[in-house]
């Protein structure tokens, strides 16, 4: 398993995420911390994600049995030592020089799952080969925008299937950008050397000439912008399970299930799309509901804690992805942030556990999360 020293070029008084997020104002420059840090409009979404984690009370049972429990679940028929993935960040180098190369041997040295960026800033294929070989590694998926060329778009996931990933991830939810103020403020841009080098060679698409009156947007942009229709292409031409990331409505949870999704990670893109969306801590349980146990149901946004995780599980989630946090690490201190960052959230979500009489994740139920006092008693 590779080996990345936990704590190398951390200040000691770092002891949680928080604490990574404050560090990492200090390396980061406005158009970097814009970009990473910001939410769509209000950013009332973006707070929400993480407030509505925080009003979830768990209820702990106690005097259970509790020696020899872990944190191990099943996804997609792999094993995997905890329920944490990393989630899909492009331009990974706007944190650090190593990027999506330190974020993937962190994910390798503690067993989590990494899901790669179409907009990363470093090569499918170098990601690919640098962890591979590592036994003790969790998934490596990628992460898929259906671009407007089609042939581009099969390339791509060629691409990705001869490389070794394991999985593709279809962002559904961003059509188009949010509005984001932060980084309009900030003036954002990509520095040199800073890009989405995996679409290299995608040419951009033609102008579409507007009559008086009509939208760049609905009769220009969204003309490509993907459909219930895609996804069946798309499983057409790739051997990998296909997930879903980007579902908040039950009846789009549904309509996933019915085209054969292999998996649907609830998520509201981090806050930077649809201000006002729900936080994904509420949307979950509707989800998971609507789906039935059809398919695995995933949840990002907000998460910080061990006992968020713990809290997600409880809600059905069959793992969590963690996105900003491990950003912060990066920025911090490359590869041993990002394993620092994970290394806090597993040994977090075991203390959570035994606090609250899990032994194992097949123990966090709702029940955990309410009491019935119609009943006079917990479940």
């Not at 099943?74 to 331009?91: E, N, V």
């Not at 996804?231 to 009846?251: D, E, F």
Request: proline share 7%; glycine share 10%.
């Amino acid at each position: 398993m590779t080996h990345i020293p936990a704590r190398q070029n951390l200040p000691p008084d770092i002891v949680n995420l928080a604490d990574h997020e404050l560090q990492a104002r200090q390396h980061l420059d406005d158009n970097a911390w814009a970009y990473f840090s910001g939410g769509a409009a209000d950013e009332i979404t973006l707070r929400a994600n993480r407030g509505a984690w925080d009003v979830l009370p768990l209820w702990p049972r106690v005097l259970r049995p509790l020696a020899g429990g872990h944190t191990r679940i099943s996804l997609l028929g792999r094993t995997l030592l905890h329920p944490i993935l990393l989630a899909p960040i492009a331009f990974q180098r706007l944190a650090h020089p190593d990027g999506e190369l330190a974020m993937a041997y962190a994910a390798a040295a503690l067993g989590a799952g990494v899901v790669l960026s179409t907009q990363a800033s470093v090569a499918l294929e170098a990601v690919a080969q640098a962890v591979l070989p590592d036994p003790g590694r969790g998934p490596l998926w990628f992460q898929l925008y259906l671009q407007h060329d089609r042939s581009f778009t099969q390339a791509l996931v060629q691409r990705a299937e001869a490389a070794g990933y394991e999985a593709l991830v279809l962002t559904v939810d961003a059509p188009s950008s949010g509005v984001r103020d932060r980084e309009r403020r900030a003036g954002f841009r990509l520095p040199p050397g800073v890009g989405p080098v995996n679409l290299a060679g995608l040419q951009a698409p033609a102008s579409a000439e507007l009559r008086p009156g009509q939208s760049a947007l609905f009769d220009g942009l969204l003309h490509h912008a993907p459909t219930w229709d895609d996804i069946a292409w798309l499983q057409s031409i790739t051997r990998l399970p296909v997930l879903l990331k980007g579902v908040l409505h039950p009846a789009d949870a549904r309509q996933a299930v019915a085209v054969g999704a292999a998996g649907l990670i609830v998520s509201n893109h981090g806050g930077r799309t649809l201000d006002t969306a729900p936080a994904t801590a509420s949307a979950l349980p509707r989800v998971v509901q609507a789906v039935g146990g059809a398919l695995p149901v995933l949840v990002d946004g907000g998460i910080r804690r061990g006992t968020d995780v713990l809290k997600a599980m409880a809600l059905g989630a069959s793992a969590v992805l963690v996105g900003r946090p491990a950003i912060w690490g990066l920025a911090n201190a490359g590869a041993a942030g990002v394993a620092h960052v994970l290394r806090l959230l597993c040994d977090e979500l075991e203390i959570a556990m035994a606090l609250t009489g899990c032994a194992t994740l097949a123990d966090a139920s709702p029940a955990l999360l309410d009491v019935d006092f119609t009943h006079g008693q917990g479940q």
